[in-house]
C-alpha cells in the first residue's frame, strides 16, 4: 500500500482531495456529531454576508476538513466558487450537496441552473424535474423547467412549466413573462410572444436581456424596423454592448446592408478585451462577407471563427466513438441478421411520422418548409425523440447491453413487442410536444442525421416515408464549415472533421440500403431549386399525399423554423446557393481527396 | 531448399516453371505468382514466364495486369500461336472484339492444326455475332478435335441461336461432358431415356443447369406424363414450389441418399430434343406457374405500403450469379439504368439477390428503389412479388423465366450476342409470350437496348 500524500483537489475548491471529490460519501457522520462546528459556521455565514469572502472561505475550508458532509460549510463554499470560480469547484460542491441530501431544494435548483448555464441541457433537465418533484409549488423549480425545455427544443413542455410559475406567482413578474415570451416565439406563436414582452417592458423597461430578445423576436417575424427600435432602447441601457451590437449587425444583414452589418462586427472586435471577435460573431462576418463576394477573407473569417470556437468549447470530433458506433451498427444491422429481427407493427390510427433526413445544412429545413405547407402534414422540426430512443433502449427493453446491441432483448419472450413500445413511445412524446396539427396525417421529423438511425427507425416504422435530402458534399462542408453547429460528434469545428463524419455517415447509409428494406427516398437540393415543382410533386407522390399549391409557396409559410437555416428559408428559392463550393475550391482542395468517392457515387461532379 | 531463389539452388528454369504450373493448376496462385514472379526478376525477357505469368493474373481476377504480361510477352515472341490464343479471351471479357478477333485470327494463322485456336477464334465470332463464320471455325476446330467438347456445345449454341434446332439439341447434349460440368446423377446402371413410352416403368427427372433452364424446361414434364406415368423428379429444394406445380409429378427429392430406384432417366434440359422442338412448335401453355394466394395478398399489403399510390411497380434484376461464365456481358450496373429512373411515376421494386444488392446503397435515381430483395426467402416471395407488380425488368437471368412462366409482363435487357435461347433479330420469344427482349445494337452497348427498353415502358 502506498500513502498519498495530501493533494489539493483538481477542482480547485481549495479542499484536499480526500475532503473533496476522492471523498466516499459513505464515510460521512451525521450532523449531530459535528454539532460542535455549528458556531464556527454561524461565524462564516456572517462574514459572508458582510463580504469578507476571503476569512468565510478559510473557516468554510477549516470545517469541511472536520466535517466534509457540513451542509452550511458547502453551501457557503459553493456560493463563492460559484462568484469567483472555477466552475468545476462550484459544481463538484453543489453536487455533493445535492447527493447527501436529494430533498434539499435550493441545492437541486443551484444545480439544474449551473448545469443550464453551462449548456447541459440533458443534465440539467434531470434535476429541474426533482426540483418539480421535491418543490412542485415552488416558482423556481417551473420556470427552471421551461428554461430548459425551451433550450431542449421541446417548447411546449417548457410553456406549460412557465405557466405554471406564473400561477404560482401574486403578480406578474417581468423576466417569467419575457421567458414565456421567448419560448411562444419558438413555437412561431409571435403574436402572442410580443403581447408579453410588451408586458414585461411595461413592468420593467431596465432589463437588457429581456430587449434584446424581443428584438431577436422581431427580427425573426421581419419586423426589421421594430427590432431597431428596440435596441436603440436597449442601447440606451447598455451604450457599446457587444450583445446589442450583434443583433443589430444581424438586423441590418438581413436587410442586405452588409456594409452596414460589418461595420458593426468591426466596432465589436475593437470593444472586445482581446480586440478579436467571438466564434459565432467571427462566422457571422464570414457569412457577410460571403454574401458580398469576398469569398477569400470570409474563408479566413470562418477558419478563425472555427479556430476560436475550438478553444474556447473544447469540443474537437469525437473520430473514435463516432467510428465504433457506426461500426457497430453496421455489424448489427445485416440482412442475415434482420431476417429474424421483429419489426413493429404498422400504425392503424393517428398520425404518423415523416423522416427527412440529411446531413445539416443539405437543405432538410426547406423540404419540412415545403412539404409542411402541406394541409395533411405537420412540421414536428428537429424531434430528438429517436436519439433519446437511443439512450433508453436498454431500460426499455430491459437489457444490460447498449444500443444497437440491445436489440437482441427482442428475442426474449418477453419483448416481442419491444419495438412496438419504443414506437408508442415516439408517438406518445411526438403528441405531448404539441406539434400535430388537428386533420394532419403525417407529422415531420427532420432531425439532421437521423440517417445514422435509419435502421432503428425502419425497425420502428417500417412504412414510414424516409425523404434524404443530398446536396454536393463540397457545398455541405462549406455550409457547415461556416456554421455554429453541434451535430455529428462535434464534428463541425474543423474541415477536415466534417469531410470524415460526412462519408462516414454516407457509407452507413449505403449500408443501411444494400442490407434493409426502406420506404427511402433520395431528393436533391439542387433538384428542388432548379424544378421546385417536380420535386415537390415527387415527394408528395412518395408519401402519399395529393398535390397541393401552396407547398410551392413555402415562403409563406408562417411557421418558424428554429434552426440556423430559418433566414434562408423565409426567402425564395435562390440559385446561388447551388454549387457554393465553387468559389471556395482552393480553400477545400484538402478534403476533396477525402470527399471525391462520395461525390462520384452520389453522382455528382466536382467544376471550377 | 532455401529460399534464396534462383542463384543458389540447382534447378533449372523450365522446373520451376513447371513448379509454378502445379501450384496454379492447384489454385494456389499467390505461390504460383510468387514463383514466377522470382524467374521475371532473374530472367526479365524469358516469356514463357511472362506467359505463365499472364494466366496466372487472369486466374486471379486482374485482368489489367493479364493483359499487360501478355502484350509483353508477344511483344518478345511475336510469333507464339499461343500467346495468341490466350489473349484472345482477355480481350473478350474486356469487351475489345476487334482486338480479340485480331489475335484470334492470329493464333489460327500461326497454329492452324491448334483446334483450341480454332476454337477460342469462333467464341469471338460469336460475341461479334458473326455466327456462320463461327460455326465454319468451330466445325475446323471438330475436324481436328472431334471430342472437343466445348466446341460441340459452342456450336449447339451457335445452331440453336439460328433457329437450327434439331442440330443444335444434337450438340447440345455435349453440355454434360464440359470441362468441369458436374455429373448429372451419381454412377448407375439406367438407361438415359429414349423419349419412347414407359406406361409401367420409373422416369427420373434431374432438374439440372441453372435456375432459368429448370423454370424453362420443367413445361414439358406433363408432357412426358403422357407417355410415362410414373415420374419421379430430382432437383434442388430451392426450385421445388415451382417445378412441383407441373401436372405428372409422383414424388419431389432434393437429396440423391432420399432416391428410390428408377428405371430411366433424363435431364430437363434434355427433353426438348426428345421432343423435337422447333421454334414452331415450343410448348407454351402459359402460365405453368402461379404465386402462392397467400404469399401474394402478404407481398401486396407491403408493396402498397411501400409503394407509392398511382405508380408503376416495375420489379428489377441487374445481375445474375457473378460465377456464371458470361456474366460480365448479361449483367449490368444499376447506375447504367439511370435513363430509366427519369421515368415519371415509376417505383423499383428490386428483386435483387446476392452481391448486386450492394449496389441499391449507391443508387440515387429519381425513381425510388425499394430493396425487396433482403425480404425475399425463397421463390415462393419472388413469385408473389412478381404477382404484384406491373412488369419485371431484368437481365438474362433465372427471375427472367419465373416471371415468364407466370405470364407476367417481362423485359428482358439482352447483350449484342445472347444467350441461344433468346435467338436473333425478334423481340419476342416463343417461350414466353409475355417477354420482351431489348437488345444491345452493338456489343457492349447498354444504352441502345435501354432506349428500346424505355419505349417499351412509355407506349
Redesign the interface.
Given at each position: 500500500m502506498t500513502v498519498q500524500a495530501p493533494t489539493a483537489c483538481p477542482c480547485g475548491s481549495g479542499l484536499r482531495v480526500a475532503r473533496c471529490c476522492g471523498l466516499d460519501l459513505a464515510a460521512i457522520g451525521t450532523g449531530e456529531a459535528t454539532r460542535h462546528l455549528l458556531p464556527l459556521v454561524d461565524r462564516a455565514i456572517a462574514l459572508h454576508g458582510k463580504g469578507e469572502i476571503a476569512e468565510a472561505t478559510k473557516i468554510c475550508l477549516d470545517v469541511l476538513e472536520l466535517a466534509p458532509g457540513q451542509g452550511g460549510a458547502l453551501a457557503i463554499l459553493y456560493q463563492v466558487r460559484r462568484q469567483t470560480g472555477p466552475l468545476s469547484a462550484a459544481e463538484a460542491l453543489i453536487r455533493r450537496m445535492v447527493a447527501l441530501n436529494p430533498n434539499n431544494i435550493w441545492a437541486t435548483q443551484e444545480l439544474a441552473l449551473l448545469l443550464f448555464g453551462k449548456g447541459d441541457f440533458a443534465d440539467a433537465e434531470g434535476h429541474a424535474r426533482n426540483a418539480v418533484r421535491i418543490a412542485p409549488d415552488d416558482v423556481q423549480s417551473h420556470n427552471l423547467m421551461g428554461m430548459i425545455m425551451t433550450e431542449l427544443n421541446r417548447p411546449q413542455v417548457g410553456e406549460y412549466h412557465y405557466r405554471e410559475a406564473l400561477k404560482l406567482l401574486p403578480h406578474k413578474q417581468p423576466i417569467l413573462l419575457a421567458n414565456l415570451a421567448w419560448n411562444l416565439k419558438n413555437q412561431g406563436k409571435m403574436a402572442e410572444s410580443r403581447a408579453l414582452y410588451g408586458e414585461s417592458v411595461a413592468l420593467d423597461p431596465t432589463i437588457l436581456q429581456t430587449l434584446l430578445g424581443w428584438a431577436r423576436m422581431e427580427e425573426t417575424d421581419r419586423n426589421f424596423a421594430r427590432a431597431d427600435e428596440l435596441l436603440d432602447q436597449a442601447e440606451k441601457l447598455a451604450p457599446n454592448n457587444q450583445s446589442i451590437l450583434l443583433q443589430r449587425a444581424i438586423v441590418r444583414s438581413r436587410v442586405k446592408d452588409y456594409d452596414g452589418a460589418l461595420a458593426l462586427l468591426d466596432s465589436i472586435a475593437k470593444l472586445s478585451r482581446t480586440g478579436t471577435l467571438g466564434p459565432n460573431e467571427m462566422l457571422e462576418k464570414g457569412r457577410l462577407l460571403d454574401k458580398m463576394g469576398r469569398f477569400d477573407e470570409a474563408f479566413a473569417a470562418f477558419v478563425e471563427g472555427k479556430r476560436a470556437a475550438l478553444e474556447l468549447s473544447g469540443n474537437a470530433y469525437l473520430e473514435a466513438h463516432a467510428a465504433q458506433l457506426v461500426e457497430r451498427l453496421k455489424r448489427y444491422f445485416t440482412a442475415e441478421r434482420l431476417k429474424i429481427v421483429p419489426r413493429a407493427k404498422p400504425i392503424t390510427s393517428g398520425p404518423r411520422p415523416l423522416f427527412i433526413v440529411g446531413f445539416p445544412r443539405s437543405g432538410t429545413t426547406m423540404v419540412e418548409q415545403t412539404l409542411s405547407a402541406h394541409p395533411k402534414i405537420s412540421a414536428g422540426d428537429e424531434l430528438t425523440i429517436v436519439n433519446d430512443i437511443t439512450e433508453l433502449m436498454p431500460r426499455m427493453l430491459n437489457s444490460p447491453l447498449a444500443y444497437p446491441e440491445a436489440l437482441a432483448d427482442l428475442w426474449m419472450g418477453d419483448q416481442r413487442e419491444g419495438l412496438d413500445n419504443l414506437r408508442d413511445y415516439y408517438l406518445q412524446r411526438a403528441r405531448q410536444l404539441g406539434i400535430i396539427e388537428p386533420k394532419t396525417v403525417w407529422f415531420t421529423d427532420k432531425m439532421p442525421l437521423n440517417e445514422t438511425h435509419m435502421g432503428l427507425i425502419a425497425l420502428m416504422f417500417p412504412e414510414a416515408p424516409i425523404i434524404h435530402v443530398l446536396r454536393h458534399p463540397l457545398d455541405v462542408v462549406l455550409s457547415v464549415f461556416s456554421n455554429h453547429l453541434t451535430h455529428g460528434f462535434y464534428c463541425a469545428n474543423a474541415l477536415d472533421t466534417i469531410a470524415k463524419h460526412y462519408v462516414l455517415i454516407a457509407d452507413l447509409v449505403e449500408h443501411y440500403r444494400s442490407q434493409m428494406t426502406l420506404k427511402y427516398l433520395p431528393i436533391r437540393y439542387e433538384d428542388i431549386v432548379d424544378d421546385q415543382e417536380s420535386g415537390v410533386r415527387r415527394m408528395l407522390e412518395f408519401i402519399g399525399a395529393a398535390f397541393d399549391k401552396r407547398c410551392l409557396n413555402f415562403d409563406e409559410n408562417t411557421r418558424y423554423a428554429r434552426t440556423a437555416s430559418y433566414a434562408q428559408v423565409t426567402e425564395k428559392l435562390y440559385d446561388s446557393s447551388r454549387y457554393r463550393y465553387r468559389r471556395y475550391l482552393s480553400h477545400l482542395r484538402p478534403v476533396i481527396p477525402i470527399l471525391e468517392p462520395v461525390i462520384k457515387r452520389l453522382g455528382y461532379t466536382i467544376d471550377d | 531448399m532455401t529460399d534464396d531463389g534462383l542463384k543458389t539452388v540447382k534447378k533449372t528454369v523450365d522446373q520451376w516453371r513447371a513448379e509454378a504450373d502445379a501450384h496454379e493448376k492447384a489454385g494456389r496462385l499467390d505461390e504460383a505468382e510468387a514463383l514466377l514472379a522470382k524467374i521475371i526478376a532473374a530472367k526479365p525477357n524469358y516469356h514463357p514466364a511472362i506467359q505463365q505469368a499472364a494466366v496466372v493474373s487472369w486466374k486471379r481476377k486482374r485482368p489489367l495486369e493479364a493483359l499487360a504480361r501478355f502484350e509483353r510477352a508477344m511483344q518478345l515472341a511475336p510469333d507464339e500461336a499461343l500467346y495468341h490464343r490466350n489473349v484472345c479471351e482477355v480481350l473478350r471479357a474486356q469487351g475489345r472484339l476487334d482486338d480479340a478477333l485480331a489475335h484470334g485470327l492470329r493464333a489460327v494463322e500461326l497454329a492452324p492444326n491448334d483446334s483450341g485456336s480454332h476454337y477460342n477464334l469462333s467464341v469471338i465470332r460469336y460475341d461479334r455475332l458473326e455466327i456462320a463464320d463461327g460455326i465454319a471455325s468451330l466445325q475446323r476446330a471438330l475436324e481436328l478435335d472431334p471430342k472437343h467438347a466445348s466446341a460441340h456445345f459452342e456450336l449447339a449454341e451457335a445452331f440453336l441461336l439460328t433457329g437450327r434446332f434439331r442440330e443444335g439439341w444434337e450438340e447440345y447434349e455435349w453440355r454434360f461432358a464440359l470441362p468441369n460440368a458436374p455429373p448429372l446423377l451419381p454412377p448407375n446402371d439406367k438407361p438415359l431415356w429414349d423419349g419412347k413410352p414407359m406406361p409401367s416403368g420409373t422416369l427420373m427427372l434431374i432438374g439440372d443447369q441453372g435456375f432459368g433452364d429448370t423454370i424453362q424446361f420443367c413445361r414439358y414434364i406433363p408432357l412426358v406424363a403422357e407417355r410415362c406415368p410414373n415420374i419421379i423428379v430430382a432437383c434442388s429444394s430451392e426450385m421445388r414450389p415451382i417445378v412441383i406445380q407441373q401436372k405428372g409429378i409422383g414424388q419431389y427429392y432434393d437429396r440423391w441418399e432420399n432416391m428410390p430406384a428408377f428405371d430411366a432417366y433424363c435431364s430437363l434440359s434434355g427433353l426438348p430434343r426428345l421432343f423435337d422442338t422447333n421454334p414452331a412448335n415450343i410448348p407454351a401453355a402459359i402460365p405453368y406457374v402461379k404465386a402462392d394466394a397467400a404469399k401474394s395478398e402478404h407481398w401486396r399489403q407491403r408493396l402498397d405500403?411501400?409503394t407509392?399510390?398511382?405508380?408503376r411497380r416495375i420489379a428489377l434484376a441487374w445481375a445474375g450469379r457473378p460465377t456464371h461464365g458470361n456474366d460480365f456481358n448479361r449483367s449490368i450496373a444499376l447506375?447504367k439504368l439511370?435513363a430509366l429512373t427519369a421515368l415519371p411515376?415509376i417505383a423499383f421494386v428490386s428483386v435483387q439477390k446476392g452481391e448486386g444488392?450492394?449496389?441499391?446503397?449507391?443508387?440515387?435515381g429519381?425513381a425510388?428503389l425499394?430493396?425487396?430483395g433482403?425480404?425475399i426467402?425463397d421463390f415462393t416471395d419472388t413469385m408473389g412479388i412478381l404477382a404484384n407488380v406491373d412488369r419485371l425488368v431484368t437481365v438474362d437471368t433465372g427471375v427472367a423465366h419465373l416471371a415468364g412462366a407466370m405470364g407476367r409482363p417481362v423485359s428482358i435487357l439482352l447483350p449484342f450476342a445472347p444467350d441461344w435461347r433468346w435467338m436473333l433479330d425478334r423481340s419476342d420469344t416463343p417461350w414466353y409470350p409475355t417477354v420482351t427482349l431489348h437488345r444491345q445494337d452493338r456489343p457492349g452497348h447498354w444504352p441502345s437496348a435501354i432506349t428500346k427498353l424505355i419505349d417499351t415502358l412509355q407506349g
Open positions: - | 405500403a411501400l407509392p399510390p398511382g405508380y447506375n439511370s411515376k444488392q450492394n449496389q441499391i446503397g449507391s443508387y440515387f429519381a425510388p425499394i430493396n425487396l433482403v425480404e426467402e
